[in-house]
Protein backbone atom coordinates (compact mmCIF):
# COMPACT_ATOMS: atom_id res chain seq x y z
CA UNK A 1 0.00 0.00 0.00
CA UNK A 2 1.45 3.04 -1.07
CA UNK A 3 1.98 6.37 1.20
CA UNK A 4 -0.81 7.99 -0.31
CA UNK A 5 -4.38 6.94 -1.18
CA UNK A 6 -6.91 8.39 -2.75
CA UNK A 7 -10.90 7.72 -3.21
CA UNK A 8 -14.09 9.16 -4.12
CA UNK A 9 -14.10 9.62 -7.94
CA UNK A 10 -16.51 8.31 -10.12
CA UNK A 11 -18.90 9.50 -12.89
CA UNK A 12 -21.18 12.56 -12.38
CA UNK A 13 -22.77 15.05 -14.56
CA UNK A 14 -22.12 18.52 -15.70
CA UNK A 15 -22.86 20.51 -13.38
CA UNK A 16 -22.70 18.10 -10.45
CA UNK A 17 -20.12 17.55 -7.15
CA UNK A 18 -17.62 15.19 -5.86
CA UNK A 19 -15.43 14.87 -2.91
CA UNK A 20 -12.23 13.49 -3.25
CA UNK A 21 -10.35 11.84 -0.60
CA UNK A 22 -6.30 11.73 -0.10
CA UNK A 23 -5.95 9.89 3.03
CA UNK A 24 -1.93 9.81 4.60
CA UNK A 25 -0.20 8.45 7.55
CA UNK A 26 0.11 11.20 10.62
CA UNK A 27 3.75 11.69 9.86
CA UNK A 28 3.41 13.11 6.56
CA UNK A 29 0.20 14.76 7.10
CA UNK A 30 1.77 16.72 9.81
CA UNK A 31 5.07 17.18 7.72
CA UNK A 32 4.32 17.58 4.43
CA UNK A 33 2.02 19.97 1.96
CA UNK A 34 -0.34 17.80 0.46
CA UNK A 35 -1.05 19.00 -3.65
CA UNK A 36 -3.94 17.64 -6.02
CA UNK A 37 -2.94 17.06 -9.64
CA UNK A 38 -5.26 15.92 -12.57
CA UNK A 39 -4.03 14.24 -15.84
CA UNK A 40 -6.47 14.34 -18.41
CA UNK A 41 -6.32 12.08 -21.58
CA UNK A 42 -4.01 12.99 -24.16
CA UNK A 43 -2.78 16.04 -21.49
CA UNK A 44 0.07 16.76 -19.09
CA UNK A 45 -0.68 16.85 -15.52
CA UNK A 46 -1.24 20.14 -13.92
CA UNK A 47 -1.36 20.94 -10.49
CA UNK A 48 -5.19 22.06 -9.74
CA UNK A 49 -4.74 22.92 -5.57
CA UNK A 50 -2.13 22.55 -2.94
CA UNK A 51 -2.54 22.98 0.96
CA UNK A 52 -0.11 23.36 3.55
CA UNK A 53 0.43 21.97 6.77
CA UNK A 54 0.13 25.46 8.49
CA UNK A 55 -3.29 25.62 6.22
CA UNK A 56 -2.41 27.79 3.69
CA UNK A 57 -4.30 27.23 0.39
CA UNK A 58 -3.65 27.48 -3.17
CA UNK A 59 -6.22 26.75 -6.13
CA UNK A 60 -5.49 27.88 -9.65
CA UNK A 61 -7.83 30.16 -11.56
CA UNK A 62 -8.93 27.08 -14.20
CA UNK A 63 -11.35 25.47 -11.18
CA UNK A 64 -11.11 28.96 -8.12
CA UNK A 65 -14.80 29.38 -7.59
CA UNK A 66 -15.29 25.65 -8.13
CA UNK A 67 -12.99 23.57 -5.93
CA UNK A 68 -12.21 23.64 -2.72
CA UNK A 69 -9.22 21.97 -0.55
CA UNK A 70 -9.11 21.35 3.28
CA UNK A 71 -7.53 18.78 6.09
CA UNK A 72 -8.79 16.74 8.92
CA UNK A 73 -6.49 16.16 11.15
CA UNK A 74 -8.78 13.66 12.61
CA UNK A 75 -7.94 11.23 9.47
CA UNK A 76 -5.21 12.22 8.24
CA UNK A 77 -7.28 13.30 5.13
CA UNK A 78 -7.28 16.22 2.51
CA UNK A 79 -10.12 16.53 1.00
CA UNK A 80 -10.90 18.35 -2.61
CA UNK A 81 -14.09 19.21 -3.24
CA UNK A 82 -15.12 19.53 -6.41
CA UNK A 83 -18.35 21.42 -7.50
CA UNK A 84 -19.97 22.92 -10.85
CA UNK A 85 -18.18 20.08 -12.84
CA UNK A 86 -17.57 20.86 -16.53
CA UNK A 87 -16.78 17.99 -19.00
CA UNK A 88 -13.12 19.39 -19.18
CA UNK A 89 -12.67 18.35 -15.18
CA UNK A 90 -12.86 15.02 -16.65
CA UNK A 91 -9.24 13.63 -15.70
CA UNK A 92 -7.26 11.32 -13.26
CA UNK A 93 -6.75 12.81 -10.16
CA UNK A 94 -3.46 12.57 -8.10
CA UNK A 95 -2.26 13.50 -4.67
CA UNK A 96 1.36 14.40 -4.09
CA UNK A 97 3.34 15.31 -1.38
CA UNK A 98 5.07 18.86 -1.63
CA UNK A 99 8.84 19.42 -2.06
CA UNK A 100 10.86 18.81 0.40
CA UNK A 101 14.30 19.42 0.12
CA UNK A 102 16.03 16.00 1.21
CA UNK A 103 12.82 14.23 1.18
CA UNK A 104 11.14 11.74 -1.15
CA UNK A 105 8.07 12.88 -2.98
CA UNK A 106 4.90 10.48 -3.09
CA UNK A 107 2.32 10.24 -5.39
CA UNK A 108 -0.98 8.34 -4.94
CA UNK A 109 -2.60 5.81 -7.30
CA UNK A 110 -4.88 8.05 -9.14
CA UNK A 111 -8.58 7.87 -9.16
CA UNK A 112 -10.53 8.91 -12.38
CA UNK A 113 -13.15 11.56 -12.54
CA UNK A 114 -15.60 11.52 -15.69
CA UNK A 115 -17.76 14.26 -15.85
CA UNK A 116 -20.62 14.11 -19.56
CA UNK A 117 -23.96 15.25 -20.20
Known amino acids: QGQLQESGGGSVQIGGSLRLSCTTS????????IEWYRQAPGKQREKVAS???????VVVDSVKGRFTISRDTATNTIFLQMRSLKPEDTAIYYC???????????WGQGTQVTVSS
Open 26 to 33: ASLFSSRD
Open 51 to 57: ISTSGDI
Open 96 to 106: RTGLKLGRPMY
